[in-house]
C-alpha cells in the first residue's frame, strides 16, 4: 500500500458504508409490485377497421391503463409511499416465482389475444345486423403458465403452441384437457410444441416428484384468421401490455362497424376482460384507474361487476375508492356484468339505471 493510499484509507472507510447503503437503495429490487395512476389510450389509436370511412364519431371511446413496476427498488417503493394515490402490495402466487422479462410475455400475451377477443366478439353482434362482415377464427392451445420444476423450462417460452404429446400405449394426445388421463403409467412423456417462429419441437417433461404434475399450464385460445375476415382490420404497436382493455376494445370495434355512433358524443373509458361469451371478467389496479378516469374527466367509465357480497368485486372497490379519496362516482362510474349491458347502457342510461338491481 503506497503512501497516497495509507494516507486516505481511512476516509474511504468512513465512505465506503454509507456509499453501499444508497447503492443498495437506488438499484436492489424487493418482492413487492407498485401500482400509480397512468391514463387512456382511444382504441382508435391503436386498432383500425377498414369501414364506414365517412362515419362521423362524434365521442371517443378509450381503455384505461395505469403504471405498474414490478419489483421496484428501495427508492422507487418509498417514493410511491408519498403518494395516497400510489399502491404497494408483496408479490405473490406465480408472480413471485417469474422474472420481469416473464411477467412482461405474460402481459404481451394477454393483450394479443385480448385484442382477437375483442374482434370475435364486436364482429359477431355487429354481423346480426350486417350479413356482409364476416368473422373467421381458429383454435389455439398455447404455454400460458410455467412451474419452477417444469423440465425443459428455458426451451418452452410462452405463447408457443402445443400440439399434442405421446401418452400411454403411444396414444397420441391433441387435447389439453385429456392430459392427465392418458399419462398415469410413467413418469416421463414426450411433448410436441410450435414456437413463434412456426419451429416445430419436442421436449421430454417429467412429473414432479412431489405434486405428480408436469408443471406446465396450457390454454386455449379463439383466434381470428385476417385472410379470412371481413372487413379488414390493422393493429399498431402499443407498450400496454395485458387484458384489462377488452371490454372498451369491443365497444369501440363495434362502433367502428355499425352505422350508428354508440358515443353519442360522450368520453367514454372502462376496464374490465372480455370473454368470448360476452361476459365482464375482473381486472386489477382499479382504484388507480378510478383516480385516472377522474383526473381525465371521462363522461362514462365502465368497470365489471358480479357481486355485492364479494369484497374484491371491482365496482364495490371503485365505491371504496371514491369514498376514500372524495370523489362522487354520480353518473359516471357504470357497472356491467356484459358487452350488451354497455350497449344498453350507452342506448338509455336512465332505463339502464331503472333496471339496475345491486
Known sequence: MNELTKAYWPYVRVLIIPYLFFAFVLFYPIGYYLDTPGGITEVESIIDVDYNQDKDISGTISSTYIVSITRPTFFQFMIGQFSDYNNANILTGSSANYTNDEIAQISYLDKETSVN??????????????????????????????????????????????????????????DFTLISTYTTEKDSYEFFFKNDKGVEYSRILTKDPETEKFGLTLKLYYLVNKENTYPKYSEKNSNIGGPSGGLLQTLAIYNMLVEEDITRGKKIAGTGTINYDGTVGYIGGTEQKIITAYINKVDVFFIPYHDSNYYYDNYMEALRACEKHGIDPTGWLVPVRTFSDSLSYLADPEGYWEGFVL
Not at 366478439?121 to 364476416?134: S, T, V, W
Not at 419452477?148 to 391433441?174: P, R
Open 117 to 174: 377477443a375483442a374482434v370475435i366478439l364486436a364482429y359477431q353482434e355487429a354481423q346480426k345486423d350486417n350479413p356482409e362482415i364476416f368473422i373467421d377464427t381458429y383454435e389455439k392451445v398455447m404455454v400460458f403458465g410455467k412451474a419452477k420444476y417444469m423440465s425443459f423450462y428455458d426451451d418452452i417460452a410462452f405463447g408457443d403452441e402445443f400440439l399434442y404429446a405421446i401418452g400411454d400405449q403411444d396414444v397420441i394426445i391433441d
